[in-house]
């Protein structure tokens, strides 16, 4: 797939990896939430039959974790029915599908995870992210399923900028260091969309490369993080202890401290 010569769609466009999609793909045709509420199945139909993108990238999505568990119907609409939806007129017209999954499909109780490996999520969030991939293979065979995990990005709310915000009002900030992921800058993941396009239907792990705990992360950028244990820090929503994924599909991206250099500056920070 040429894409530069191809129609592009971004649905989820003002969301955080959404913006910097945006920008790696400034021709595509853009959808916020204002304009497509993807559990609408007649709208999804609707636009993506009158648009007749060749590609359609979503990263629309309910992303609060512990509002899923209070909010298990909206969760399993959003990220469950919806990319269903999005699927079944993917099929119709003869688009490529690239979707978002998480990390958070996975139990944690392994120390990486593969693509091929079960899932086996430990909140609501996670059902209802498995729950949409599942639907996507259902409905349609060319779909590139993209699981991804620890988001920072410039344009939207994230681990990095709460912690820094935190830093500057408290002493110390305690932070868990019994969880541990791979952060993923918006921007890197956003470039390798088009590779992706490229490969086999499927499903992919990408992440900058590097794990770490969330008390390590914070402490590449704060110097008044106190580390902590899950227990001490409790949640509503149950998170993995090791939620790695390993990407054995495509080509490495870099170390999420250069990754973090990057993100700073763009944030003038
Ligand atoms: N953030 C992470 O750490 C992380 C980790 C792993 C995987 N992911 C996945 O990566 C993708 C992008 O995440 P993100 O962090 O960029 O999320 P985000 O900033 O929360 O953006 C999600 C976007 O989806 C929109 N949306 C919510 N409900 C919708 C609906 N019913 N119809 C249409 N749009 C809707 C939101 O609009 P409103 O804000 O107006 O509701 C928002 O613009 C998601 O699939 C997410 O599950 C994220």
Not at 44 to 51: A, C, D, P, S, Y
Request: with cysteine; charged share 25%.
């Amino acid at each position: 797939m040429v894409v530069g010569a191809i129609k592009t769609l971004i649905i989820g466009a003002s969301g955080m990896l959404g913006f910097d999609l945006c920008k790696a793909f400034p021709d595509a045709v853009r959808l916020t939430h204002r304009e497509l509420d993807i559990t609408n199945r007649d709208k999804v139909l609707e636009f993506i039959g009158r648009i007749k993108p060749d590609l359609v990238i979503n990263s629309a999505a309910y992303t609060d974790v512990e509002g899923c568990e209070d909010n298990q119907e909206l969760a399993f609409q959003v990220n469950g029915y919806g990319p269903g939806y999005i699927a079944e007129a993917c099929n119709k017209m003869g688009a490529v599908l690239v979707h978002f999954s998480t990390d958070y499909v996975f139990d944690g109780s392994m120390n990486e995870y593969l693509e091929s490996d079960t899932p086996n999520p430990i909140n609501a969030y996670g059902r209802s992210k498995l729950l949409g991939e599942q639907k996507i293979a259902e409905k349609m065979d060319d779909y590139r399923i993209i699981r991804i995990s620890w988001l920072f990005g410039a344009h939207g709310k994230n681990f990095v900028e709460t912690m820094l915000k935190l830093s500057c009002e408290m002493a110390e900030v305690k932070v868990v260091n019994d969880q541990f992921g791979k952060p993923t800058y918006t921007v890197d993941l956003a470039h390798k969309i088009s590779e992706i396009t490229e490969l086999e239907p499927g499903i992919y792990h990408m992440t900058n490369e590097g794990i770490c705990s969330w008390y390590e992360f914070a402490s590449a950028f704060i110097n008044n993080a106190v580390p902590c244990t899950s227990e001490e820090f409790p949640r509503k929503a149950k998170r993995p202890k090791y939620s790695v994924l390993i990407n054995t599909k495509t080509g490495p991206m870099r170390h999420w401290k250069e990754a973090l250099k990057d993100y700073l500056k763009e944030k003038k920070i």
